[in-house]
């Protein structure tokens, strides 16, 4: 099909492109999908689900399989997927927004996992520090990520701007190491990385996302067409991702198990881990994660994040506006560009487990 313009005339062209589309439009429905994940407490349960046999067990019963790979840079796991290595991804909502969506994938938030209260936060070295010590300091972070997002509402609330520090753009997978040298004064980051920085000796944690409940979102984000057009992929994952809530929130040996394992995994153990899952507002039932996700706040929490990223020039050249992107909700609400829907809080999959229906 290489350079086929120099070959056919326009009407076999036009017939070509016809006939490839009946092919695609008759083309049986994919059975093989990939997701991604990064270390993250909100995150773990998908590692655990895939060593379990829990996605293989939900695959089976749809008639397809899904594995889930752990990739170390968060960033890095997000590109893939925008870039369609990947079906899904775990990420929050503001980078599902800036990255994806800015990028022009349509993904659509499956699951709403949980949300931030506690896990990300705000740490000086020194003893009784306050946030408004931050003044001048250069703080490491994740630039435009949501650790950005948690520095700029947190600076708001000390009469403070960004332009009162200097951002230094850190991956997270370097922003423990870098804090433990003698240059790193401040830096913003989220658990596992948040517990072990703010337990080292001489340090203090002034502002976590406990400050700003409901505006950090945990999200297994899925590309839109590919959902749209294999709703077994959407079906399997919900399942999934609920059985192994059911699991981690039962109180007995199993859930013991499956919480120890999620611990080493992330590089801690079963208290260390279970002390990341206290600062996290998890959804264990569908029935709250659905409650969470229809809420009439989650438009409003979004047009700050969007405002956010157009600020600081994130949303990509071609968004001229805070509302250059549509965010589609529940009830048919959307903000931004009704023509130009790029991201999609959907949650028909959460409530057909809420309703007992997958």
Not at 176 to 204: C, E, G, Y
Not at 327 to 339: C, E, S, T
Request: neutral net charge; proline residues 3%; charged residues 20%.
């Amino acid at each position: 099909m290489y350079n086929i313009s120099r070959i056919l005339g326009g009407a076999a062209i036009a017939l070509a492109a016809f006939a490839g589309a009946l092919s695609s439009a008759h083309a049986a429905p994919r059975t093989d999908f990939k997701v991604c994940t990064s270390i993250y407490a909100g995150w773990m349960p998908w590692g655990e689900a895939q060593a379990q046999g829990i996605l293989a067990k939900w695959g089976k019963k749809y008639g397809i399989t899904i594995n889930a790979v752990q990739l170390n840079d968060y960033v890095e796991s997000i590109n893939q997927y925008t870039a369609g290595k990947f079906d899904g991804c775990t990420m929050t909502n503001m980078d599902a927004l800036t990255i994806p969506a800015a990028g022009g994938v349509d993904s659509t938030a499956l699951i709403v996992g949980d949300y931030s209260n506690g896990n990300d936060g705000i740490v000086l070295k020194g003893k009784n520090k306050k946030l408004a010590d931050i003044k001048g300091q250069s703080v490491q972070l994740v630039e435009f990520s949501v650790s950005h997002y948690l520095l700029a509402r947190a600076l708001e609330t000390a009469g403070l701007r960004e332009r009162d520090v200097k951002v230094v753009n850190t991956s997270d997978a370097d922003i423990t190491a870098a804090f433990a040298t003698p240059a790193v004064t401040s830096t913003v980051t989220w658990n596992p990385m948040l517990s072990s920085i703010a337990a080292s000796p001489d340090v203090s944690l002034v502002y976590t996302s406990k400050q700003l409940p409901g505006e950090i979102m945990d999200l297994m984000v899925v590309n839109t067409k590919t959902l749209q057009e294999n709703p077994a992929f959407g079906k399997a994952l919900t399942g999934a991702w609920y059985e192994m809530m059911a699991i981690m929130s039962a109180k007995d040996e199993r859930a013991t198990r499956a919480l120890t394992a999620m611990g080493k995994a992330s590089g801690t153990d079963l208290a260390g881990f279970q002390a990341q899952l206290a600062a996290t507002a998890m959804f264990y039932q569908p029935k709250a994660a659905l409650e969470f996700a229809t809420k009439k706040e989650l438009p409003g929490i979004m047009g700050r994040i969007a405002k956010f990223s157009f600020d600081h020039g994130i949303l990509g050249p071609n968004v001229k506006s805070a509302d250059g992107i549509g965010i589609a909700f529940d009830g048919n609400v959307v903000i931004g560009d009704k023509k130009n829907v790029k991201l999609r809080f959907d949650p028909a999959y959460m409530k057909m487990a809420a309703d007992g229906k997958l």
